[in-house]
């Protein structure tokens, strides 16, 4: 069973306009991290948020984690044609592991 | 610096044919990872290993064999290849746990 979910699956927006992506888990967890996909590639990490942390800025990217709800969000601000893309939040589990979502797929329109 | 290197990029298979996929990082990372995507499922992680001469079973391990011999390379081992394994194959490393990981560009693995 995968640890992080994304809501939701797909998310269209206009070019200029912010997108906002959740996640939520299931166990306790010492950081979340989200990554972002282009079509056909391999995926790049973004940012990485401790469990001590509430919220975490990097550029247009805004991450926020509630541990008391067990749930992340990624805020995109200012969208561009160039954030199209699959974004996915991954948890690292007790047991080395790190377990992603089933991801959201972004689409900018122009 | 190449970063992940995954071999080969492409492949296809027929049921029952074997094959190994390879992962190479020169990063001196200790941990490794092996996942598939599949439309729909996401990543799922199907072994690991935590550093050289280790392997452990992930979400989705059957059909699947790892080695670690060295370090810098992690290999994926199909036995009898199934139609139900064609897939995107990505490998993964991290510098440790529970740091973020580094992605190779993938394998696009077809088995007819």
């Known amino acids: 069973s995968q640890q992080g979910e994304e809501d939701p699956q797909a998310l269209s927006i206009q070019e200029g306009e912010n997108a906002t992506m959740n996640c939520s888990y299931k166990?306790?967890?010492?950081?979340l991290q989200w990554y972002r996909q282009n079509s056909g590639r391999g995926l790049v990490h973004l940012i990485l948020?401790?469990?001590?942390?509430r919220e975490k800025h990097s550029g247009r990217l805004r991450v926020t984690l509630d541990t008391s709800k067990k749930s992340s969000s990624l805020l995109i601000t200012a969208s561009r044609a160039a954030d199209t893309a699959s974004y996915f939040c991954?948890?690292?589990?007790?047991?080395?592991?790190?377990?992603f979502g089933k991801g959201t797929r972004l689409h900018i329109l122009p | 610096n190449a970063g992940v290197t995954q071999t080969p990029k492409f492949r296809v298979l027929k049921t029952g044919q074997s094959m190994t996929l390879l992962c190479a990082q020169d990063?001196?990372?200790?941990?490794m990872y092996w996942y598939r995507q599949d439309p729909g499922m996401g990543l799922r992680l199907i072994h690991y290993?935590?550093?050289?001469?280790?392997?452990a079973k992930g979400e989705v391990p059957d059909g699947y064999n790892v080695s670690r011999l060295k370090k810098q390379n992690f290999l994926l081992g199909l036995e009898s290849a199934a139609p139900s394994q064609t897939s995107v194959y990505f490998c993964?490393?991290?510098?440790?746990?529970?740091?973020?990981?580094?992605f190779g560009q993938g394998t696009r693995l077809t088995v007819v």
């Open positions: 166990t306790s967890i010492n950081n």
């Open positions: 991954a948890t690292p589990t007790g047991d080395d592991k790190i377990i």
């Open positions: 948020i401790r469990s001590n942390e």
């Open positions: 290993s935590v550093g050289e001469g280790t392997t």
């Open positions: 990063m001196n990372h200790e941990y």
């Open positions: 993964a490393s991290s510098y440790s746990w529970p740091n973020e990981a580094f």
